[in-house]
């Protein structure tokens, strides 16, 4: 007969495999729900052993990747990190930013809102990343060639809650000109996030590339240039085709740029 420890502790081997917990991947924009606590939201990164979740408020908070502690559809699971991704790996209906592809969908009217980016390599990492949740949302990406005049701009977009915009901006520090122009804006309707890094390039992971890590260049030299001569890329414009050829899905990212998009595109299209 079944004693009072007749669960996964004296069960046979084969019971105790059946019990596991199922491995979901943690890709950006899954919702899930950490059961200890009852929250829920979608996934913005995992990193250092933890799971960051966005709520439907924008609130984020970071819980503990542990064994069986969040729940995906209703089910029980254990999140892990994705892996890294080629082109013949990508999964039949999903998009190269993880989400879910919708059949025979064509792209929509656009809406009023848009998202915008400093120069051409930022759009055109994020079409090659996020063009097909883009063109199904509606959204335009739009180039600034810099955020020197940002105030001034978002003004002249007259923003309001059917027109939202998002700015993905670079090097957005504190202290850095950036994060001045950044703070000078203030709408409700205006987003306005970024990442640490110097420029976009920066972005797309080291290991990605073929390097252990970017190198570290002198202020007094242009930094693509300086990119360019120390791992011997030819010139920006040759390089930077040679970066984008290798990038296919969004775990080709660092993920300060995954969650600065993700968050960009939930506020543009009101998801937020």
Known sequence: MAGILSGPIDAPAADR???AHPEVPA????QVTHRASGFTGVVVR?????V????????ERVFRQTPGAFTVDGRTATLVRPPTASPAAVAPGVTASGSLAVAGSRAKVARGG???VEGVHDAELIERVWGDDLREEGVVVERLDGIDHLAVEVRRFEPNPARRLGVLV???????KESRLAAAVAHPDVLVTGTPFVDVWQAIRPSVVGIGAWPEIPRSTEWKVGICEALGLGTPPEAWRSLLAKVSTYADLEPALVGAVERLIDFVTGTT
Do not use: F, I, N
């Open 170 to 176: 670079d090097h957005l520090v504190p202290g850095s």
């Open 46 to 50: 995992l990193e250092g052993g933890g």
């Open 114 to 116: 848009r998202l915008w």
């Open 17 to 19: 495999r059946a019990a």
């Open 52 to 59: 960051e979740l966005r709520g439907a408020t924008g609130l």
């Open 27 to 30: 890709v950006p924009g899954l």
